[in-house]
């Protein structure tokens, strides 16, 4: 059980275009979900949490309006990542985190590059 | 903000062997964990700690929760080449809080 799944787990993008990441919770309902960022050979940096049916809280220094999150129900969240610049390549995570257990649930990861 | 020291960077060592790494923070955690982050996938799980002093075990793994609160170590015992991987410490103020802050990993590598 906990499966978290991310789509796509790679893709390139040309900069100037937006792309969009997909997170579900398999088999459980997923009150809170997590967006992270790591950069190569560096620890996982948390950008924003989302709870379901409410806006997403984002950590300082990431714009909310580069980065858009919708976590529209208990088992989907999307990181929209807009006008997607070569600085914005990194390897995206997400996570997800049930009511009724404390720790989170880590999807693979999407692979973003853009050129 | 909240800063996990983690050591070593990076270890290479025999198989067999014992592997020790640790994490320390300029905070008091209510919750350590420990993850293995395999190349190109998110991170999994070790253990779970939520008690000052907590030593806790999974197969060859062997966690603990420092008295202080601001650190714990991970063991691996007899090493094989599937422990390969990046081990990362995390902590969290509240035990029922959301926000995990990591350490900076501990890339290991096993040769056999």
């Known amino acids: 059980g906990a499966v978290v799944s991310q789509h796509p787990s790679r893709v390139i993008c040309k900069s100037g275009t937006s792309v969009k990441i997909e997170c579900r919770s398999l088999?459980?309902?997923?009150?809170?979900m997590f967006w992270y960022r790591q950069f190569p050979k560096q620890s996982l940096m948390l950008m924003a949490t989302?709870?379901?049916?409410?806006?997403?809280?984002?950590e300082q220094g990431v714009e909310k309006d580069k980065f858009l999150i919708n976590h529209a129900s208990l088992t989907l969240s999307t990181l929209t990542v807009t006008s997607a610049h070569p600085e914005d390549s990194s390897f995206y995570i997400c996570?997800?985190?049930?009511?009724?257990?404390?720790?989170?649930?880590f999807g693979p990861g999407t692979r973003l590059t853009v050129l | 903000g909240q800063q996990l020291n983690q050591s070593p960077q990076s270890m290479f060592i025999q198989e067999g062997e014992d592997v020790s790494m640790n994490c320390t923070s300029s905070?008091?955690?209510?919750?350590w964990l420990w993850y293995k982050q395999d190349p190109g996938e998110g991170p999994v799980l070790l253990i779970a700690l939520y008690k000052a002093g907590e030593l806790t075990s999974n197969g060859r793994l062997t966690a603990q929760f420092g008295i202080t609160r601001k650190d714990s170590f991970l063991n691996i015992s007899a090493s094989i080449p599937s422990d390969v991987g990046i081990y990362f410490c995390?902590?969290?103020?509240?035990?029922?809080?959301?926000?995990?802050?990591f350490g900076a990993g501990t890339i290991l590598r096993v040769k056999s």
């Open positions: 996570s997800a985190r049930a009511s009724n257990y404390n720790e989170q649930f």
């Open positions: 989302s709870n379901e049916g409410s806006k997403a809280t984002y």
């Open positions: 905070s008091i955690f209510n919750t």
């Open positions: 088999d459980f309902q997923a009150t809170t």
């Open positions: 995390a902590g969290r103020e509240n035990v029922d809080g959301n926000k995990l802050v």
